[in-house]
């Protein structure tokens, strides 16, 4: 299996980007999906989940009415939006599929900074 994450950039305080996370090579539907987080000299931490059918979700209390988690089962991608961005929210975030096995993407950099 594999992911492959995009949409990461740099962008000012306040403002708003969607990462993609496309996934091949195992059964989607079957797998709930999250997105991680590592900031520079920090573990990584999870920032959203979201079950295989879609009908849970679950957030960081840092991100909680700010990051939309989504998935859409028939492109086998799942999505994750961010509003208000803070520089702390800064690191490379990673898409995760799990079931029986876990897979990890390659990770994309999101910069907050003016």
């Known amino acids: 299996g594999q992911l492959v994450e995009s949409g990461g950039g740099l962008v000012q305080p306040g403002g708003s980007l969607r990462l993609s996370c496309a996934a091949s090579g195992f059964t989607f539907t079957s797998y709930a999906m999250s997105w991680y987080r590592q900031a520079p000299g920090k573990e990584r931490e999870l920032v959203a989940g979201i079950s295989s059918v879609g009908g849970i979700t679950n957030y960081a209390d840092s991100v909680k009415g700010r990051f939309t988690i989504s998935r859409d089962n028939a492109k086998n991608t799942v999505y994750l939006q961010m509003n208000s961005l803070k520089p702390e929210d800064t690191a490379v975030y990673y898409c995760?599929?799990?079931?029986?096995?876990?897979?990890w993407g390659q990770g994309t950099q999101v910069t907050v900074s003016s």
């Open positions: 995760k599929a799990s079931r029986t096995r876990d897979y």
